[in-house]
């Protein structure tokens, strides 16, 4: 709890700003018109008093007996014109004095024109708290009657004025006897004894809230040796706020014993009220961000990069959020209609929201692509006709690199909407290709082709022997199609781009082997006698098929099973010959 002297700086000066600043009749006036204008009627603007409220009426009536002006504070009072010219001034008096040093309750909670409803109560009736004096207590109620002149207003109920000459008395038998000249002289209506005893409240306060938490350390660090944990950052990252809470709170219960005016009283618990949201808003704040930063640390432990893109996100949000709940809280302890402010958001935020309805679509959109996690970044993606590797995901765009080495930013709304393909994602490679034979070619020498290709590729160790396939498809035409799908075991491009050059090159061998070739992609007008095919090459491939025939060995439409399982692998890659093969130490195995 080094932080002492640094943390006791926020409390202090919260506590010495409240009272002198409370009683300024800029800011009553600001808290008096802020009650009074929540009327919807014309009584708020007719009264120039401020009764339209409960809140305005009581209000009004501490500062008029704040200010001494008696005469004015009778207007508050609930009595006949005759009696208010003879015992206004006396019955003010004696209830600012009972309201002073004997009432319990909130009166600054309410704004509304019409009153809060309250269980037991008619309406048109409120009750704002008890005055208690000795063995004396009298609920402290306002009624709500019509005024000729004015409309409709609030003043302090007749049942509870007929009281207070009797708590008045019991009020002044009980109070303290302290020095005339700390008992005779105020400044900003309290007395110089209870500026005195809040002054030393302060030090006693922050000291009391210091061992508090240093008692509170005491388990937190038990704990944190019970799991392992070497410190307690995160506890000490609150202890601040948490200090301003524990030494306000003591702070205040000093207050409440002292006897305070009421309207001081009302005011200062208004202001240290303002350090408690202050600080609550500052627990939560660093609370949310130590949780979310841990569940984000995790995420990325994990290779979760979108998850942690995400945390970092909400914690953003949320941080927003908790500013955004501490504002309005402070306003509506200050006496602000938060409905009035609320709504005012709620138009704002439409406003915003028709403004800026593609930023908003590219936030969400870039909260669902972190939340999918359909491509992260380094990935090789296609985004509809564009291609590239993914070098950042922003909470706008994400930014990819093409091929051309240009970098594309593509809003995150486009992006959750269009196809994409995650090339980097696939388990293997697709090899296809489609070959044009000499039309003149004899039927077993085409069986012989499509034999030689298939076997080729049964026997390659890179090849999916499952997903070959080699078939004739056409015979129309300037050419006789054969096509060749299967997968490459691969997921590296450049690697894939080998192995469908070194096929390519054992088709045109077997092809060549065969005597036979590709069909010429033009038409050609002979001038000569055209050699044709190799007709020994081409009677040996029509000999052997029809060796394989009569043997009842033939492989159409495929190999037998036992003949693909055992040609699996028997064709070495990369090539003996090949300078990836010299290597020293090299066992000569397929790669």
């Known amino acids: ?202 030090p006693v306060a922050a000291g009391i809230g210091w061992i508090v938490l240093v008692v509170l350390e005491i388990p937190m660090r038990w704990w944190a040796r019970r799991r392992g944990h070497v410190d307690i950052a995160n506890w000490r990252s609150v202890s601040a706020p948490a200090w301003l809470l524990t030494g306000t709170l003591v702070h205040q219960i000093f207050a409440r014993n002292l006897g305070i005016a009421l309207l001081p009283r009302h005011y200062y618990f208004q202001f240290t009220s303002i350090a408690l949201i202050v600080s609550m808003t500052w627990i939560v704040w660093r609370a949310v961000r130590w949780s979310l930063r841990r569940v984000r640390n995790r995420a990325l432990a994990r290779g979760l990069a979108g998850t942690g893109s995400l945390m970092l996100l909400g914690e953003r949000i949320l941080k927003a959020v908790i500013f955004s709940v501490g504002i309005l809280a402070v306003l509506g302890n200050l006496g602000f209609n938060m409905s009035t402010a609320l709504a005012g958001l709620g138009i704002g935020g439409l406003a915003i ?77 697709l090899f296809q290709t489609k070959l044009g034979l000499r039309p003149e070619s004899k039927p077993d020498h085409v069986r012989f082709v499509l034999a030689e290709i298939r076997r080729l590729l049964y026997s390659h160790a890179k090849v999916e022997t499952n997903s070959v396939r080699v078939r004739l498809t056409d015979i129309s035409g300037s050419s006789l199609s054969v096509e060749v799908v299967a997968y490459i075991l691969t997921r590296d491009f450049n690697e894939f781009a080998a192995v469908r050059e070194d096929l390519l090159l054992r088709i045109m061998d077997v092809l060549e082997d065969s005597g036979g070739g590709l069909a010429l992609p033009s038409q050609t007008l002979y001038l000569s006698r055209d050699g044709g095919v190799e007709q020994e090459k081409v009677d040996n491939a029509v000999k052997k098929i029809a060796d394989l025939r009569e043997g009842k060995q033939l492989p159409f439409p495929d190999f037998h099973q036992d003949d693909i399982s055992a040609l699996k692998g028997s064709i070495e890659y990369p090539q003996p010959e090949s300078a990836l093969r010299n290597v020293p130490g090299d066992s000569g195995k397929t790669r």
């Open 353 to 429: 929201g028709f403004g800026a309805q593609q930023t908003i679509a590219n936030l969400f959109g870039g909260v669902s692509v972190l939340g999918d996690e359909v491509f992260r970044v380094g990935d090789v993606c296609r985004f509809g006709d564009r291609t590239g590797v993914v070098e950042d995901i922003g909470l706008r765009s994400t930014r990819i690199r093409t091929d051309e080495r240009t970098l594309v930013a593509i809003p995150n709304g486009t992006v959750a909407t269009i196809n994409l393909e995650n090339l980097s994602r696939r388990d293997k490679i």
């Open 1 to 202: 709890m080094s932080a002492f002297p640094k943390t006791l700086l926020p409390l202090i000066f919260s506590l010495l700003a409240v009272l002198p600043i409370a009683a300024q009749s800029p800011l009553s006036g600001a808290l008096t018109s802020s009650s009074t204008s929540t009327s919807t009627g014309t009584s708020s603007a007719s009264d120039p008093l401020g009764r339209a409220t409960p809140s305005g009426s009581v209000l009004g009536f501490l500062e008029a007996a704040q200010s001494g002006n008696y005469t004015r504070a009778a207007q508050y009072l609930q009595i006949s014109a005759s009696r208010r010219q003879t015992q206004g001034e006396e019955l003010a008096q004696q209830l600012k004095l009972v309201m002073d040093r004997a009432f319990t309750g909130r009166v600054g909670n309410f704004t509304q024109p019409d009153g809060v409803p309250q269980e037991g109560l008619p309406p048109g009736h409120q009750r704002l708290g008890t005055l208690s004096a000795g063995d004396l207590e009298v609920d402290l109620d306002l009624v709500r009657v019509n005024d000729p002149s004015t409309g409709k207003i609030w003043l302090v109920s007749a049942e509870t004025l007929a009281k207070v000459p009797e708590l008045s008395e019991q009020v002044k038998a009980r109070q303290v006897k302290l020095p005339g000249v700390l008992v005779n002289h105020e400044i900003a209506g309290v007395l110089l004894w209870q500026w005195l005893a809040l002054l030393l409240a302060l």
